[in-house]
């Protein structure tokens, strides 16, 4: 239960960052949807940095660790994780399934919005 709640502050904590990142960036420029680029980059970086960190230099308890890595980086951004699993895959030689993975998660979550938006039109 107490992993739960360390799940709930650090999702509470990625949220709020995401929308203030997202926030600031997407003023920068609104031709594009910059904001969410940025937070879908950077949560990347931060996920692969702090997997390595927390498994080779940085030794926290494992509820530190799960709030870090699945509640702040997971509320944060999804994609960051959609990117470290396909990257594993791809570590243990298995890029193909990489590729797979990232391929159709991009197709059927495009599939998805398009089915959700029609459905949600004649509803």
């Known amino acids: ?41 950077s949560g990347s970086f931060a996920v692969g940095f702090l997997v390595a960190a927390f498994s080779h230099r940085i030794v ?10 699945v509640g702040f980086i997971g509320s944060y951004t999804t994609f960051s994780t959609l990117m470290l699993e ?8 298995s890029v193909g399934w990489g590729l797979f993975n990232v391929i159709l998660s991009i197709v059927a979550g495009g599939l998805a919005v398009w089915l959700g938006t029609v459905l949600g039109r004649v509803a």
């Open 1 to 41: 239960m107490a992993t739960a709640i360390w799940v709930g502050v650090g999702g509470f904590l990625g949220a709020i960052t995401r929308y203030a990142i997202g926030g600031m960036v997407s003023r920068v420029n609104e031709n594009l949807p910059w904001g969410t680029f940025a937070v879908n980059i």
């Open 60 to 69: 926290l308890h494992q509820d530190l660790r799960i709030a870090i890595i």
């Open 86 to 93: 396909s990257f594993e895959f791809v570590e243990t030689g």
